[in-house]
């Protein structure tokens, strides 16, 4: 095995120490702040309505918190599999630490679920309890849950509700621009990764979180759509395209300004980051991250900024830059935690990452886990309507 080592460090670099061949967080930690970023986006789309009443994006406004819920319910799961003893989450719960970025995340996460899942029970009373009426058996029981057993759907009851699902949304923003904040925190905090620490990591991460959750909207709202025949609303479709628009120029411009304050600053591990984006990190980063999925994504919303398009043809390369944009944040989270491990301790040189196809966090695996939020939306279809008569009067 030391052999095995040396021949490596030799090919790899003749200043790479043998602690630095593994790469400890892989994919599923790729994964996981990918996963949260897609429920602070699909957020913020509701957000818009039910607090800002952007009355536009009416018709996504209740999917977007049932997406954004199944993805919340899974948020835990890439972390969970990628300790040794996933049971043990629980300690830092029952005994946490004050000082732990870890250990507050647990109550985060907890909050973060409970105002979601109360936000989307008083969006969807009304319905529940027209659905309670015509069901039968565990479903009729199971509305009755939902419901609270209440039936008071009089103007009062249902003025008072709009005002708790205000209220909710409220504070709903922060304990979401927390949730992924911390994410970068967490990054940001590790003082002795030149690539991670940097006060702009956090604001990285949350400006990155709000493009790919607008961006799988846009994408799930034109498919599901398509797929069920039904119209689509392209004012809707419009604001959320704004909107992603005003978002991913704050992402890629701090993103390249991380890049030239490493650049400027000349810190003494300058060289090392340098050599990183244009070695081992040149074609994910330049190539993939930058000019692919960033420049023609940006000259795209431009052009549909800036002219004026048939609907058709608008809601396709809508389709098209949304999937390119979950590619590009997915692309980013690669490069800043695999990249950011790629730099040898010695500050001397770099180590490799090579994903398997079925180890525990392994592309299969990541597959799977990608598919358990929609196996999830899907169930929730079951259950509280994606778009009812009420929900698409405007659709056009």
Same mark, same amino acid.
């Given at each position: 095995?030391?052999?095995?080592?040396?021949?490596?460090?030799?090919?790899?670099?003749?200043?790479?120490?043998? =602690?630095?061949?593994?790469?400890?967080?892989?994919?599923?930690?790729?994964?996981?702040?990918?996963?949260?970023?897609?429920?602070?986006?699909?957020?913020?789309?509701?957000?818009?309505?039910? /607090?800002?009443?952007?009355?536009? #994006?009416?018709?996504?406004?209740?999917?977007?918190?049932?997406?954004? #819920?199944?993805?919340?319910?899974?948020?835990?799961?890439?972390?969970?599999?990628?300790?040794?003893?996933?049971?043990?989450?629980?300690?830092?719960?029952?005994?946490?630490?004050?000082?732990?970025?870890?250990?507050?995340?647990?109550?985060?996460?907890?909050?973060?679920? $409970?105002?979601?899942?109360?936000?989307?029970?008083?969006?969807?009373?009304?319905?529940?309890?027209?659905?309670?009426?015509?069901?039968? $058996?565990?479903?009729?029981?199971?509305?009755?849950? #939902?419901?609270?057993?209440?039936?008071?759907?009089?103007?009062?009851?249902?003025? /008072?509700?709009?005002?708790?699902?205000?209220?909710?949304?409220? +504070? $709903?923003?922060?304990?979401? !621009?927390?949730?992924?904040?911390?994410?970068?925190?967490?990054?940001?905090?590790?003082?002795?990764?030149?690539?991670?620490?940097?006060?702009?990591?956090?604001? %990285?991460?949350?400006?990155?979180?709000?493009?790919?959750? +607008?961006?799988? @909207?846009?994408?799930?709202?034109?498919?599901?759509? *398509?797929?069920?025949?039904?119209?689509?609303?392209?004012?809707?479709? *419009?604001?959320?395209?704004?909107?992603?628009?005003?978002?991913? +120029?704050?992402?890629?411009?701090?993103?390249?300004?991380?890049?030239?304050?490493?650049?400027?600053?000349?810190?003494?591990?300058?060289?090392?980051?340098?050599?990183? /984006? =244009?070695?081992? #990190?040149?074609?994910?980063?330049?190539?993939?991250?930058?000019?692919?999925?960033? %420049?023609?994504?940006?000259?795209?919303?431009?052009?549909? $900024?800036?002219?004026?398009?048939?609907?058709?043809?608008?809601?396709?390369?809508?389709?098209?830059?949304?999937?390119?944009?979950?590619?590009?944040?997915?692309?980013?989270?690669?490069?800043?935690?695999?990249?950011?491990?790629?730099?040898?301790?010695?500050?001397?040189?770099?180590?490799?990452?090579?994903?398997?196809?079925?180890?525990?966090?392994? @592309? %299969?695996? !990541?597959?799977?886990?990608?598919?358990?939020?929609?196996?999830?939306?899907?169930?929730?279809?079951? %259950?509280?309507?994606?778009?009812?008569?009420? =929900?698409?009067?405007?659709?056009?």
């Amino acid at each position: 095995m030391d052999a095995v080592h040396s021949s490596t460090a030799i090919a790899i670099s003749n200043y790479v120490f043998p =602690n630095d061949f593994h790469v400890h967080w892989s994919m599923m930690i790729v994964l996981y702040p990918y996963i949260t970023g897609l429920v602070d986006g699909a957020f913020i789309i509701a957000a818009l309505y039910y /607090l800002f009443n952007v009355k536009s #994006l009416r018709p996504v406004a209740r999917f977007s918190l049932l997406f954004a #819920l199944a993805f919340l319910a899974i948020a835990t799961l890439p972390l969970l599999l990628h300790l040794g003893r996933p049971e043990r989450n629980f300690n830092m719960l029952l005994t946490p630490s004050p000082s732990s970025a870890m250990a507050g995340f647990g109550y985060i996460y907890a909050i973060s679920m $409970g105002v979601l899942v109360f936000i989307v029970l008083f969006v969807y009373r009304r319905d529940l309890v027209e659905l309670r009426t015509k069901s039968k $058996g565990l479903m009729k029981f199971l509305y009755r849950a #939902l419901t609270f057993d209440s039936i008071d759907l009089s103007k009062d009851a249902l003025e /008072l509700d709009q005002k708790i699902v205000r209220f909710l949304v409220g +504070i $709903g923003i922060p304990v979401a !621009v927390v949730l992924h904040g911390y994410v970068g925190f967490i990054f940001g905090g590790v003082k002795a990764n030149p690539t991670w620490s940097t006060p702009l990591m956090p604001v %990285i991460f949350l400006f990155s979180a709000c493009v790919s959750g +607008i961006s799988a @909207i846009i994408l799930a709202y034109i498919v599901i759509r *398509k797929i069920k025949g039904r119209s689509i609303d392209h004012g809707c479709i *419009k604001t959320c395209v704004q909107t992603l628009t005003l978002f991913f +120029i704050l992402a890629f411009t701090f993103e390249m300004l991380e890049v030239f304050s490493h650049s400027y600053l000349k810190s003494g591990y300058h060289h090392m980051v340098e050599g990183l /984006l =244009n070695g081992p #990190l040149a074609s994910s980063f330049w190539l993939w991250q930058v000019k692919i999925c960033s %420049i023609i994504p940006l000259f795209t919303l431009g052009v549909l $900024g800036l002219f004026t398009i048939k609907k058709n043809i608008y809601n396709f390369m809508a389709a098209i830059v949304s999937a390119m944009l979950l590619l590009q944040v997915l692309i980013m989270r690669w490069n800043v935690v695999i990249g950011g491990q790629l730099m040898s301790k010695s500050a001397r040189g770099y180590t490799e990452f090579h994903p398997e196809w079925f180890d525990k966090e392994g @592309i %299969i695996a !990541v597959i799977i886990v990608m598919a358990i939020p929609f196996i999830i939306l899907f169930v929730l279809s079951r %259950i509280f309507p994606f778009w009812t008569q009420n =929900n698409e009067t405007n659709v056009k």
